[in-house]
């Protein structure tokens, strides 16, 4: 097997550059080079030698440095340098690439090849000494914290104090002797802390740079990152060796980074930062500002420094070209790194750039309408779950706001919580539910726990490109960044504007749109639906089979549901009806009657109201089919829990307090879940049912006679186990609907049909379907009637299992395909060859996660039902899933 791929100076060895093999990072490198731009020449070490290495028991098979060497002789071919040449040394970067860019990895060594000998060649090379020297004192200080994993601390400490002592305020300020006389200090440190001399070998320089990118894979950090991302621990990383391109060498050489469009709002404008006389991570290490890429956005940020634009205008000019070279090549948005030495441009870096909900929609639409991509292609690129960010409501334009202080829009959104200065307490707070926004001077990657449990990120420093920013953008968290006013104070758990002061735990308001702070909690409103995602919005229709209806038991929860495109009630629970404070006496009532003309004389005051319940949702739903469910819940649910409330209940239902007492009693269930529930209410209660489908049918005629539309009402029978109970309630059903259209003196058409909830009722799917007219798969009983969990007591354990592989993902958020879905797709097989073309949708709260209405797509349902604000992400989901 071949290990070592070599790209630039004219060669491309992987040919258009395959992640999987070359990581992102040496894929693109290497794309980039096939397409001739330029591209230090360099190599990459293919990911399967990740696995191999730590086979081998961390050690490099011999093949392999035979690989590398040549590797070596390619990048000293091209660059003319040799790799430990004291008179005109190779220096080179050691990069980990990932298939996705992935925190947690070592990070990049710069600079490796330096020693004691070859800097004095890089100083005559370059006629440059104290570039020579600060290029090895940076070598030194990087090489011992990424691979040695030496305390940084005491590197930065003796830099502190070499600036102190000769009272220099400024990296800058240090001549070629002070930067001669550190880097001899900073071996001592490392031999001192490591117990070995620095190394002077360039070749062991480089293996031990190999090895701890390797290395790094099964670091914690990249361990739970993975586990977040659902990432497989078998990918392994690539490694990246290539030439250094030096942008700290004067006025003409610079570093920057750039995306190709807006990555929070979506504009077609060149976006980034850079500096002039700098190296490498300067630009997102938030060390010094960055200056502005374009003459536009500076002037829109009223900011001094000159633009790239206006400073280097032609490295810039060729830069813009090579931007659209790459969008048009990759067919997105990219973002790039790039370093510009002595006036020549080099390309470091692309891949498709992390961006917002907003602008991956903005972007997409605008891609399809500029012919780069197509409608369909747009439609796959927006990720339905973030569209959650878009459809979630901002900050209130009219509210009052107490500002703090303003700091960058690193990634839109607002959010309100509690302030909380580290990553741990941030995750221990949000596990008790409430809502944190995490503050900190700047984040890293040990941070990542604690920005994926909070709401928000606010931190003091950074620029747009800083850590902080980019993974709240990915993460859909909204973030301020820089607030540079704000002086954090973490110890004493206390952070200050001025003289203000808010405390851990005082709640704040981030708007990441506006960059602004707020104190207290700001109010939000609703999102604006027209423009870009209402054109996604149709194209997605355009290809999507599945239908999309929603889960609503309310007109607003319906009207709400319409404006995001249902097509109709997927699961409208009539039990939340009676909790009303007006009716919860009559059901009370009902359920405390001795005798069956007990209940019916309360189920009839309850008629009407449900009645009238039915008519305002059918006025909404007009045309639409609604799935209406009986009555699910054991009847014990209505009754009180608090002894306080008996009394009172008592009276109200004409009972005294004893018998109130003892009926409860006697309704108390062990299991509630497995007990006197669903249509086994309707089997020892046929009145109940009756009442309700009487209410459905009057609501179905009144709404048709008025408005000359009809409802299309699907009656569904809750947890049906067997064909005999379906068949028992359709005959209560069907009468109550033929006494109403004799009474009316009309019809409306209607199906009758039963969730499948019940592993027996999916076994038997093809008997009962000779009875039921529509399933709906009930999925949150089905999972946990299949794996024998409870959904509200599996928290303590679920999370565990997830952890450790028993289940790809929590079976109660996204459908355990395997099992349940086992079940689902053989009642749906057996259901259609015992009723062809009987209607099959789904209602669990699965029918809003994209995951499993791929599921839905693969076996053919009708329907997926989601919650209101879900249904858009339900109808590109779907569209994806067609695709
Ligand atoms: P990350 O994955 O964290 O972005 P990179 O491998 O891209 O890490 O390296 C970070 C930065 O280091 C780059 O943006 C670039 O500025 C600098 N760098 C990496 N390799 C080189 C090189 N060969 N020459 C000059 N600078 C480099
Ligand atoms: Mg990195
Ligand atoms: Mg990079």
């Known amino acids: 097997t071949q290990y070592v791929y070599r790209f630039g100076g004219g060669v491309s060895d992987g040919g258009q550059g395959d992640k999987n093999l070359l990581g992102g990072k040496g894929a693109n490198l290497d794309g980039m080079a096939a397409i001739g731009l330029p591209v230090p020449p360099g190599f990459t070490i293919s990911t399967p030698m990740c696995a191999r290495y730590y086979d081998e028991g961390e050690r490099f098979p011999e093949d392999v440095k035979a690989e590398v060497s040549a590797g070596i002789a390619h990048i000293e071919k091209v660059t003319g340098k040799t790799f430990g040449d004291a008179?005109?040394?190779?220096?080179?970067?050691?990069?980990?690439?990932?298939?996705?860019?992935?925190?947690?990895?070592?990070?990049?060594?710069?600079?490796?090849?330096?020693?004691?000998?070859?800097?004095e060649g890089l100083a005559a090379a370059s006629g440059d000494a104290r570039f020579a020297w600060d290029s090895y004192r940076r070598f030194i200080q990087m090489y011992a914290d990424v691979v040695l994993e030496l305390d940084h601390g005491a590197f930065e400490e003796a830099l502190e104090i070499a600036k102190e002592d000769k009272g220099y305020t400024l990296d800058t300020e240090l001549t070629s002797e002070d930067l001669q006389a550190l880097v001899a200090e900073f071996k001592s440190l490392v031999e001192a802390e490591w117990g070995r001399p620095f190394p002077q070998d360039v070749h062991d320089q480089l293996w031990g740079a190999i090895g701890a990118v390797f290395g790094s894979w099964q670091s914690e950090r990249a361990k739970v990152y993975r586990r977040l991302n659902d990432i497989p621990g078998d990918w392994g990383t690539a490694v990246n060796v290539q030439a250094m391109v030096f942008g700290n060498m004067g006025e003409t050489s610079a570093t920057g980074v750039a995306f190709t469009r807006d990555p929070a709002?979506?504009?077609?404008?060149?976006?980034g930062e850079f500096l002039i006389n700098a190296q490498g991570e300067d630009v997102v290490a938030g060390i010094r500002t960055p200056q502005y890429l374009t003459k536009a956005a500076r002037e829109a940020a009223g900011a001094r420094p000159l633009s790239m634009e206006e400073a280097m205008p032609e490295v810039y000019g060729e830069l813009a070209r090579v931007f659209d070279l790459l969008e048009r090549h990759y067919r997105d948005m990219q973002d790039i790194e790039f370093t510009v030495q002595q006036g020549k441009l080099w390309m470091l870096q692309t891949r498709s750039g992390k961006r917002t909900a907003k602008a991956a929609l903005k972007i997409a639409v605008e891609m399809a309408a500029e012919g780069l991509i197509s409608e369909e292609e747009a439609v796959a690129r927006v990720d339905p779950a973030a569209l959650d960010q878009l459809l979630h409501p901002t900050l209130d334009p009219q509210a009052q706001r107490d500002v703090l202080t303003k700091g960058l829009p690193a990634s839109p959104g607002a959010a309100s919580g509690i302030v909380v200065f580290d990553s741990d307490t941030a995750e221990k707070r949000a596990?008790?539910?409430?809502?944190?926004?995490?503050?900190?001077?700047?984040?890293?990657?040990?941070d990542i726990h604690g920005m994926h449990a909070a709401k928000g990120i606010l931190t003091a420093r950074g620029g747009m490109t800083s850590h902080a920013a980019v993974v709240a953008r990915g993460m859909g968290r909204p973030c301020v960044s820089g607030a540079g006013t704000l002086a954090i104070d973490a110890k004493n758990g206390v952070m200050r504007v001025g003289a203000r002061e808010v405390k851990a735990g005082e709640v704040i308001t981030i708007d990441g749109a506006s960059g602004e702070v707020m104190l207290g909690a700001v109010p939000t409103v609703q999102p604006e639906l027209a423009g870009d995602f209402a054109t996604l919005m149709v194209w997605a229709?355009?290809?999507?089979?599945?239908?999309?209806?929603?889960?609503?038991?309310?007109?607003?929860?319906?009207?709400?549901?319409?404006?995001?495109?249902?097509?109709g009630i997927g699961l409208c629970r009539t039990e939340h009806m009676f909790f009303d404070a007006a009716r919860i006496t009559a059901v009370r009532q009902m359920i405390l009657a001795s005798d069956e003309a007990g209940r019916r004389a309360a189920l009839d005051k309850l008629l009407p109201e449900q009645r009238a319940d039915f008519t305002e949702i059918f006025e909404v739903m007009a045309g639409l089919p609604c799935t209406i469910r009986l009555l699910d819940p054991p009847l014990h649910e209505f009754l009180p829990h608090e002894e306080a409330e008996f009394a009172e209940v008592a009276a109200a239902a004409g009972l005294d307090v004893e018998t109130l007492r003892r009926r409860a009693a006697e309704l108390h269930e062990f299991n509630p879940m497995l007990g006197h529930r669903g249509c086994r209410l309707g089997v020892t209660y046929p009145e109940i049912y009756e009442m309700q489908a009487r209410a459905i049918f009057e609501a179905a005629c009144d709404v048709a006679a008025k408005s000359g539309e009809a409802p299309i009402p699907e009656i569904m029978i809750p947890l049906v186990a067997t064909r005999r109970e379906l068949e028992l309630m359709k005959a209560v059903v069907d009468k109550a609907a033929r006494a109403v259209f004799a009474e009316k003196g009309g019809e409306v058409a209607y199906l009758v049909?039963?969730?499948i909830e019940l592993p027996r009722a999916a076994l038997k799917a093809g008997e009962i379907a000779e009875v039921g007219e529509f399933f709906s798969f009930g999925t949150n009983d089905l999972t946990q009637t299949t794996l024998g969990v409870s959904r509200d007591d599996a928290g303590r354990f679920l999370t565990t299992y997830v952890?450790?592989?028993?289940?790809?993902?929590?079976?109660?958020?996204?459908?355990?395909?395997?099992?349940?879905?086992?079940?689902?797709?053989?009642?749906?097989?057996?259901?259609?060859?015992?009723?062809?073309?009987?209607?099959?949708?789904?209602?669990?709260?699965h029918g809003g996660d994209p995951a499993s209405i791929a599921f839905c797509e693969e076996v053919g349902l009708d329907?997926?039902?989601?919650?209101?604000?879900?249904?858009?992400?339900?109808?590109?989901?779907?569209?994806?899933?067609?695709?």
């Not at 709002?265 to 976006?271: N, S």
């Not at 229709?541 to 097509?567: I, S, Y």
């Not at 039902?865 to 249904?871: C, D, I, K, L, Q």
């Open 87 to 119: 008179a005109d040394p190779l220096l080179v970067s050691v990069r980990s690439g990932a298939r996705v860019s992935m925190p947690g990895m070592m990070d990049t060594v710069l600079n490796l090849g330096l020693n004691d000998r070859t800097v």
């Open 265 to 271: 709002k979506g504009d077609r404008a060149y976006y």
């Open 431 to 446: 596990g008790t539910g409430e809502d944190v926004i995490l503050v900190r001077v700047e984040t890293s990657p040990e």
């Open 541 to 567: 229709d355009k290809v999507r089979r599945l239908k999309v209806r929603t889960n609503a038991e309310t007109p607003l929860d319906c009207r709400t549901a319409r404006e995001f495109g249902a097509e």
């Open 753 to 755: 049909g039963t969730m």
């Open 803 to 845: 952890e450790k592989g028993i289940f790809a993902r929590d079976p109660f958020v996204s459908i355990d395909v395997e099992g349940v879905g086992e079940l689902i797709r053989l009642a749906a097989d057996r259901g259609r060859a015992a009723r062809s073309g009987i209607k099959l949708g789904i209602c669990g709260e």
């Open 863 to 883: 329907y997926v039902s989601a919650s209101p604000y879900r249904v858009p992400i339900a109808r590109l989901a779907a569209a994806q899933a067609a695709l």
